[in-house]
């Protein structure tokens, strides 16, 4: 994304490099004192040679700094369908300042849509909520990665439980857990050296499934998996997440997509729906979802009607009404109107928008 509150030129500046070249110009010397370091996640990438310009950028700003090369360090996620095909690359690329990769699992599946939203009901996903991590074609992806990562010597970490605990209701809160704690002893058992949370209530969970598997173990480099060979068609098969296409889920997508959109018109970029914290990929998958649906005119399996413009129209209309009973009119009319007009335009379009934020930029 640009970010136009900063010219160069008269010309926005690149979002990403203003983020940090800020972050590291004021803090990188003195983490460096405090005995940590500049270190960073690399989002979105979709090629080795973004990891190339990445690296050629950390030499620069460390040799500004007066620094010694390897301070900084960067874990990169893979969450774009091409980056599954380009992980030794990566890794190759930023060898010097690498920490390892990251599953990250709504942006890879948002980049599925988005690569093959024109190839056909084989690339339909089913029901957003149906796609587990335990479907043929996402365990090729994890598989592959760990697999990757410990024959370079570099951390694999796994996928974000966005489990939020609701302490009004503990029983949905502790079915929720018990779904944590077997993603993340699938997590352990695969291979993977760590994992991400997106709420301190669960690292004890989380920590304790990893230490159940590690031992005394930091990590498990030693894990090598040469059992594992993933091809390509492995890593395509979206039909192996089997499942459906369903009004519900129709549902769910629109009202997760006009409410994450409000939230961030409001200034926030991650929120808590029905107990999960979502971010931008889910706005992502869920509107993009809705417009493969539409273009590629998919029958819901629960009523058996089929996707339209004038069908999302209505779900949308009606969502977007469940959302005005649920929080204040200001907010409603400042950020949820607004909201629900972006991603009708965005889900109605004849074209593909390839990214949700960048319209929504222009609304802040």
Known sequence: MDERHLLLDGEPTVGALVDFGLHFFHVAKQLLLNGHGPYYYLPKME???????????????????????????????????????????????????ASGLNAGRWD????????????????????????????????????????????????????????????????????????VRADKTREANDG???????????????????????????????????????????????????????????????????????????????????????????AEISRSQVWQQIRNKSVLADTGNTVTRELVTRILGEETDRLRSEVDAESFEKFYEPASRLIADICLSEDYTDFLTTPAYELV
């Open 47 to 97: 090629s080795h040679l973004e990891a190339r310009l990445w690296n050629d950028i950390f030499v620069f700003a460390q040799d500004y700094l007066g620094i010694p090369q390897g301070s900084v360090r960067a874990t990169m996620l893979i969450e774009t369908i091409p980056a599954a095909f380009e992980m030794d690359e990566f890794l190759y690329e930023l060898r010097d300042h």
């Open 108 to 179: 890879y599946l948002f980049s599925i849509v988005k690569y093959f939203r024109d190839a056909g009901e084989s690339f339909i996903l089913p029901d957003r909520a149906s796609v587990v991590m335990t479907a043929p074609f996402m365990r090729a992806y994890t598989e592959l990665l760990v697999k990757t990562c410990h024959k370079r010597g570099a951390f694999a970490m796994g996928g974000m439980a966005a489990v939020i605990p609701n302490r009004r209701e503990p029983e949905v809160t502790a079915q929720a857990f018990e779904k």
């Open 192 to 282: 993977f050296d760590g994992s991400w949370v997106a709420h301190p209530d669960l690292v004890s969970t989380c920590r304790e499934v990893f230490d159940s598997v590690l031992g005394d173990k930091p990590n498990q480099l030693d894990k090598q998996r040469p059992e594992v060979s993933v091809t390509a068609d492995q890593l395509l098969d979206i039909s192996s997440a089997g499942g459906h296409v369903t009004e519900a889920g129709l549902r769910l997508n629109l009202y997760v997509a006009v409410a994450y959109t409000a939230v961030w018109l409001s200034g926030s970029g991650a929120v808590a729906i029905h107990n999960l914290m979502e971010d931008a990929a889910t």
